[in-house]
């Protein structure tokens, strides 16, 4: 009976929250709200949800997507968003004041393909990737394809390319890798969210593009890890800047940011040099504001703030691996940590 | 009688009252209606003016959309979206109208009549998320055999593939209001058909069809503008390919489509106010189709 009514209770108070979202200091401290991101939800909610058992936190979250997060951030109606990729100048600019950027985890972009009769990882490598998106490798047998993957039977299909109709992080990501090592990509299309795709079909979602490939003999497309393990994909390996063929995993994309990284950790972890780092992957990051004393925060509003991301960054990395994350490297975490040692309330730090 | 009268006026003051409180309350809830539809319409052109002032009137003409130059043009959106609407409606139009006569005319009533007219009316009402799926799992891997039975590249998803999903969605949309016209045809006019020997189909050509004409192609109306707008069910089938299509079998973008695909992640001023622009794009385009409607109508009745 008391068990059912505090459920009740909690549910009710939940709901609440929900709809008084609008001002995040309106609410008890031992609430915090969060948008942002959808790519990191389901870690997020693990890990809230064990974090919530050990403190009695509340966090929630909204995964309304990377730019929603930071336009509520902008606004100030939630103490923390989250995004996948750094801020753009813009961005930076209407946030009014200095913001953090904390890497939670690393996702990665794998190239997923339909070659039916085909049972092997095929080799693929950055020129001939940005080729076959640029439009200028227009058949499976193209001889440098061919040569590549030696003794793999690779069918003479006609490659059709799918990628994102809508903006994502993905898209983020693939493009910036293909910027990197394709100076004509970084000529004809560049880096974004959304680009103007040179051919191809555009599908909605990790589920749009794969849904092109699975149905499209010859079909090759972009998506998340995540989605491609749990949906069992054909990927290819890529070759790295070190020459050396990765097999996308969560292990080679924490590899990846196991390099030596700015102090503000806003990099593309993209065409790594790391020796077995897989080349495409990227930080997704929570975002808060340097200074915790704004809109009339209390100083233990701030300080649960920052000791939540201090938490998922430390003993919440456990839960990262069974979801699919890959955790954050030993580099990535140092200088994440040294990046929330950085947050202040009042121009004292919070934590030490 | 001078009691009576004044009883009369008393009553009269008070049916009066009446009358005019209920029609100012009908013409504020009527001009309320005009107010929101100009406050959406401003709201989209504030929203817009910054891509209206730096690309101006290129943003119509224009062939490329490309957010990351910051070079939008809503040319190839606009015909992915006329292409799509129109093909629909030629492909629903006779289904929707044979709907129409048969409840309308043929079978008003009974069990059977019942069940067509609640399955249609069930069209309607399915989520288009539901209609993409649909299309993507079935129609998709149908149009690719027909596409290489034609000899083009089996894509499956494309302009054809959206319009027809689109032209399932609308067929309510005409045969629901076709079928309330077709009865509202008076009994008197088609008796005096029949009486002067006239078989049923000479009945449906030479008086139902011709009574009930602008009531249909109001329908008809009414399920383009559903077309026009439709973004989920689109989107998923079409391609959304930024380029101008190139055959209707090959992919393209409707503006709807575009919109919702990247609204959320619209990260700078410029581009998330050229989605917006492309919103009014849209407005002003079911606008002026509107207009040219009403005006067939309108010639069709007088003659």
């Known amino acids: 009976m008391f068990k059912k009514s505090i459920q009740k209770l909690a549910i009710a108070m939940l709901a609440t929250v929900t709809m008084a979202a609008a001002t995040a200091n309106a609410q008890g401290d031992r609430t915090l709200l969060g948008a942002g991101s959808t790519f990191i939800y389901p870690l997020y909610s693990k890990q809230f949800s064990e974090y919530n058992k050990k403190t009695g936190l509340q966090v929630n979250y909204q995964s309304i997507g990377s730019g929603g997060g930071i336009l509520q951030l902008t606004n100030k109606t939630v103490d923390f968003g989250a995004s996948d990729g750094p801020l753009n100048e813009e961005q930076t600019k209407k946030m009014g004041a200095p913001v953090l950027h904390i890497p939670m985890a690393s996702g990665a972009v794998v190239i997923t393909y339909n070659l039916p009769g085909n049972n092997n990882l095929i080799n693929l490598t950055p020129d001939i990737i940005a080729d076959i998106f640029?439009?200028?490798?227009?058949?499976?047998?193209?001889?440098?394809?061919?040569?590549?993957n030696k003794g793999?039977?690779?069918?003479?299909?006609?490659?059709?390319?799918?990628?994102?109709?809508?903006?994502s992080g993905t898209t983020a990501i693939f493009t910036n890798y293909l910027s990197k090592v394709s100076p004509e990509w970084a000529k004809r299309v560049g880096a974004g969210g959304a680009v103007n795709w040179p051919v191809g079909l555009g599908?909605?979602?990790?589920?749009?593009?794969?849904?092109?490939?699975?149905?499209?003999?010859?079909?090759?497309?972009?998506?998340?890890?995540?989605?491609?393990?749990?949906?069992?994909?054909?990927?290819?390996?890529?070759?790295?800047?070190?020459?050396?063929f990765i097999i996308p995993s969560l292990a080679s994309v924490t590899a990846a940011s196991n390099v030596a990284l700015p102090a503000d950790s806003k990099i593309f972890l993209t065409d790594t040099d790391a020796k077995d780092g897989y080349p495409i992957s990227g930080f997704t990051w929570a975002i808060i504001y340097k200074e915790q004393d704004y809109n009339a925060r209390s100083a233990a509003r701030a300080k649960e703030v920052v000791d939540l991301l201090w938490w998922t960054i430390h003993e919440g990395q456990k839960f990262a691996t069974p979801l699919n994350y890959a955790p954050l490297s030993k580099q990535a975490l140092a200088v994440a940590e040294k990046i929330l040692k950085s947050a202040t309330y009042k121009g004292k730090p919070i934590i030490k | 009688m001078e009691g009576m009268n004044s009883v009369k006026t008393r009553k009269s003051f008070g049916q009066i009252r009446m009358e005019s409180f209920f029609k100012r309350s009908l013409i504020t809830i009527a001009l309320l209606m005009v107010v929101l539809v100009l406050a959406i319409m401003l709201t989209l052109l504030v929203h817009s003016m910054p891509t209206i002032k730096s690309l101006g009137f290129k943003f119509l003409w224009g062939k490329t959309w490309d957010p990351i130059s910051d070079v939008y043009g809503g040319y190839p959106f606009l015909i992915g979206t006329l292409l799509t609407s129109f093909i629909a409606l030629f492909i629903s139009m006779p289904f929707a109208f044979a709907i129409a006569?048969?409840?309308?005319?043929?079978?008003?009533?009974?069990?059977?009549?019942?069940?067509?007219?609640?399955?249609?009316?069930?069209?309607a009402a399915v989520p288009s998320v539901i209609y993409g799926f649909w299309g993507l799992i079935v129609l998709v891997p149908l149009v690719q055999e027909l596409e290489t039975k034609v000899g083009i590249l089996p894509y499956g998803i494309g302009i054809f593939t959206a319009s027809i999903v689109l032209a399932i969605m609308i067929i309510p949309y005409s045969a629901s209001l076709g079928r309330e016209m077709i009865r509202m045809v008076p009994a008197q006019l088609k008796e005096g058909a029949y009486s002067l020997g006239a078989t049923r189909w000479e009945v449906i050509k030479t008086v139902v069809l011709p009574y009930t004409k602008s009531g249909l192609f109001a329908g008809t109306l009414l399920a383009l503008g559903r077309a026009l707008g439709e973004t989920m069910a689109v989107t998923m089938v079409i391609g959304n390919s930024n380029m101008l299509p190139t055959s209707i079998f090959g992919p393209g973008n409707t503006m709807a489509s575009v919109i919702a695909n990247e609204f959320t992640e619209a990260d700078h001023t410029l581009y998330l106010s050229a989605l917006i622009e492309l919103g009014l794009f849209l407005f002003l385009v079911t606008v002026i189709i509107n207009v040219i409607g009403k005006r067939i109508i309108k010639k069709v009745t007088k003659e």
């Open chain 2, 101 to 123: 006569i048969f409840l309308g005319e043929y079978k008003p009533t009974g069990w059977l009549s019942n069940l067509l007219k609640n399955t249609v009316e069930l069209i």
């Open chain 1, 152 to 167: 793999v039977s690779i069918p003479a299909f006609p490659i059709l390319v799918a990628h994102r109709s809508d903006g």
């Open chain 1, 134 to 148: 640029l439009g200028k490798i227009t058949k499976w047998n193209d001889p440098r394809i061919i040569s590549l």
């Open chain 1, 203 to 244: 599908g909605k979602g990790n589920e749009g593009v794969s849904g092109i490939v699975k149905q499209t003999p010859g079909a090759i497309g972009y998506v998340e890890l995540i989605y491609a393990l749990q949906n069992k994909m054909d990927y290819a390996k890529v070759r790295n800047k070190k020459g050396s």
